[in-house]
């Protein structure tokens, strides 16, 4: 008893708050009203959560504060939102991110040859100029007059868009020249990624592997393009569903690859140097998301419709009618609660768990929890810890990208919406305690519901006890909240509930 | 120093110079580690002794020198690799993992799938306590318990050297007894390059010595010889 009280006092003294505190809410409010409003704090808490958690895994492990962390759930919605509406523009873009990477990692594999034949200092700073040069000329060169816009044309060709496909996407002969010269821009900018140093190299995989994978990575690349009309035409033939699903997956996959490319090219090569790291991420969150609107647009897009599980224009009455039905509210205490957030909340419980198993149950899970601790000392059991950062980078990143596409039949997809997660699940991450996964879970969970009391209370008012007046409080009281409840948490824990990190 | 045959060294460290941010903290250190000896490195506090340890394993890698394992040269290695070749390294401050279990402590450190059932007897043998507690956070443990789980994760894998740094600090009298004992048993399976503040345990543990005075290695030898050489102790060990 005394072991447990010890081991989880912060969760417990937290726990007790909140239940008193929803306790006194649930007295003063009716239990219907409560009840949706702590469903709508839990849809937040879902979202915020994706974000958070990798986050805070990242921040744990690698003493990395990712800025760009917001981006790739604008990215992850955006991707879902084409895969779902736009495949064409999946089919024209897509290519030139596999060509680069095979080109890429060929040129980063041999690179080493490359810069050991260089010695002097003064030609090794000219290659490097020389080098950035050419790549900056491929691609300015490749994708000068690309048409972009028209590929995007109101994001839409599922219900029919303002462009044609034949008008939208230029002819094959050109995308193929286009794709053919950032595979070749991929070779100096591999060069420019390989390691300098002797001291920097990691050991080389067999080159039949590396062969292997951008031999793989050519091919996809190319094959998606030569494919993209019947491609087109078959994504768009499948059911609403089966598009959400993969719009899902392939949102994910982005995140998981946006993730290892920013690991590679802007924190690996600037461990031990925490300012360029977090100068480079807070670039990239602002170039990330002016890149993301060159793309997509400026303008937003309306809610993507919800699977039709949740889609019937109907209520049920419980949990077991809706599977029945598939209406897109439920009734709650006698209101009704859209469905598609119980999905999300869903949604944010699985990933919960699922990740937590992998922390607990998997040997790199454990490394994992070990790193956040001691990361050197993980080094010198023989464990190459950089390679374990790369994959949760990537998880992370991906956690966040479905987060993205899950919340885009709830918000809409527009590029502002990644700011607004990233500075709560910081604040999240903050309360919760850096580093730690379940404080990031249950700082998720104190922000989404403060948010939501918050937002009622605005609209609302309260009710006080012996006074007749209701006091609202302003939209800047709501929003401001969640930076109260950090500064109260680090007033009294100042690493954060489960915080042990300084 | 004695002409005697030397034995095969699995260690040898050969005037390593290591710089911590701008501080030089080695300054030519040089160390030779026999097959199957006990061999501690002695010095006042701040000396080099930790850093000596950090740089073989690679977590402050010399700039300038050589530390070969049983011949091969290693330095300038990454840490993990440097590890994986066969060398357990046990922190000062018992470096384990709290929020780890007891048995995940152990099982992290294995580089073979396997690895802690094949040792397990061994290792519970050496430290019966941790077979006790294997379940328990590793944080949870008292100061003595952590020191012994520390040294027992260097022992899961099969490795030809030991680097332990200070086993005996902050432990009661009859914890540093018990890890003593232990420490002389595995040295029968494992060879040892120990830091060891303890005069007293280090003489009576060690076979072999190297005083190490600001960044330097002065004199190394038999410990037999020194415990003699009261001359020595007083200079470079202060009161014995």
């Not at chain 1, 999240?428 to 918050?454: D, E, P």
């Not at chain 2, 043998?125 to 027992?152: C, E, H, T, W, Y």
Request: overall charge neutral; proline content about 5%; some cysteine.
């Amino acid at each position: 008893m005394t072991a447990l009280w010890k081991n989880n006092r912060g969760l417990l003294i937290i726990a007790a708050i909140v239940v008193v505190l929803m306790a006194g809410l649930l007295q003063s409010l009716e239990p219907k009203v409560w009840m949706s409003i702590m469903l709508s704090g839990a849809t937040l808490a879902a979202l915020y959560f994706l974000v958070a958690s990798g986050l805070s895994l990242i921040f744990g492990l690698m003493d990395v504060l990712n800025f760009a962390h917001g981006v790739l759930f604008v990215l992850g919605a955006y991707v879902g939102l084409s895969t779902f509406m736009n495949p064409r523009l999946l089919f024209n873009t897509l290519p030139f991110f596999f060509v680069l990477v095979a080109g890429l990692i060929v040129a980063q594999h041999f690179g080493r040859f490359f810069w050991r034949r260089i010695g002097a200092v003064r030609s090794r700073q000219v290659a490097t100029a020389v080098l950035v040069l050419v790549a900056a000329g491929l691609v300015l060169l490749a994708l000068r007059g690309f048409p972009i816009r028209a590929l995007n044309a109101f994001n839409i060709t599922a219900v029919g868009g303002a462009v044609t496909t034949a008008e939208a996407q230029e002819p094959m002969a050109a995308m193929l020249r286009r794709v053919t010269m950032v595979l070749l821009a991929g070779l100096p900018i591999g060069l420019l990624l390989a390691p300098k140093q002797a001291r920097d190299e990691l050991p080389l995989r067999p080159v039949w592997q590396t062969l292997l994978i951008a031999g793989v990575a050519a091919v996809v690349g190319y094959a998606l393009l030569l494919v993209r009309d019947p491609g087109e035409t078959f994504m768009l033939a499948l059911s609403a569903d089966v598009r959400f699903v993969l719009a899902i997956v392939l949102g994910t996959v982005a995140g998981a690859l946006a993730g290892v490319g920013i690991e590679t090219t802007l924190i690996r090569p600037f461990y031990g140097n925490p300012v360029t790291q977090l100068v480079l991420t807070l670039g990239l969150s602002i170039a990330g998301i002016d890149l993301i609107e060159a793309v997509w647009g400026e303008e937003g897009n309306p809610p993507m419709p919800p699977p039709s599980l949740f889609a019937a224009n109907c209520r049920s009455d419980s949990l077991l009618g809706w599977l029945g039905e598939h209406c897109q509210s439920i009734d709650v205490l006698g209101r009704a609660f859209p469905t598609y957030r119980l999905f999300i909340i869903a949604i944010g419980i699985a990933v919960f768990i699922a990740v937590g198993l992998l922390l607990r149950r998997t040997r790199i899970g454990m490394i994992i929890r070990a790193g956040v601790q001691d990361g050197e000392m993980v080094q010198a059991l023989g464990i190459n810890v950089r390679r374990v950062f790369t994959f949760v980078f990537a998880l992370g990143s991906a956690l966040a990208a479905m987060g993205g596409v899950i919340a885009a039949p709830y918000l809409g997809v527009f590029p502002a919406m990644g700011s607004l997660f990233q500075l709560q699940a910081f604040i999240a991450v903050v309360i919760g305690g850096m580093g730690s996964y379940v404080g990031a879970a249950v700082g998720t969970i104190i922000l989404g519901l403060a948010r939501a009391f918050g937002d009622h209370f605005v609209a609302a008012g309260i009710n006080v006890p012996f006074l007749d007046t209701v006091i609202k409080g302003s939209p800047a009281i709501a929003r401001a909240s969640t930076v109260l409840i950090m500064a109260i948490v680090l007033l009294v824990k100042p690493a954060g509930i489960f915080g042990k990190k300084e | 120093m004695a002409a005697s045959p030397t034995p095969t060294n699995v260690l040898e460290v050969r005037d390593i110079h290591t710089d911590i941010g701008q501080f030089h903290i080695l300054d030519g250190v040089s160390v030779e580690v026999p097959e199957g000896s006990i061999t501690v490195l002695l010095g006042r506090n701040g000396a080099g002794k930790t850093t000596t340890l950090k740089s073989i394993i690679g977590l402050t890698p010399p700039h300038s020198g050589a530390v070969a394992l049983r011949g091969r040269e290693i330095q300038g290695e990454p840490a993990y690799r440097i590890a994986a070749r066969g060398i357990g390294y046990v922190p000062e401050h018992r470096a384990i993992f709290r929020d780890l279990s007891v048995e995940e402590n152990l099982r992290i450190a294995e580089r073979k799938p396997g690895d802690l059932s094949r040792r397990g007897d061994f290792i519970f043998d050496l430290f019966p306590d941790l077979k006790r507690l294997i379940k328990l956070p590793g944080g949870n443990l008292s100061g003595g318990q952590q020191q012994m789980l520390a040294v027992a994760r260097a022992l899961v894998p099969e490795n030809e050297l030991l680097l332990i740094d200070e086993p005996s600090e902050g432990l009661a009298p009859v914890i540093i007894e018990q890890m003593m004992e232990a420490i002389r048993q595995l040295s029968a399976h494992t060879t040892v390059l120990l830091v060891e503040q303890n005069f007293i345990m280090a003489s009576q543990l060690a076979d072999r010595y190297t005083i190490i005075e600001t960044g330097r290695s002065v004199k190394s030898g038999r410990m037999a010889d020194l415990v003699k050489d009261e001359e020595t102790i007083t200079r470079y060990l202060g009161a014995t």
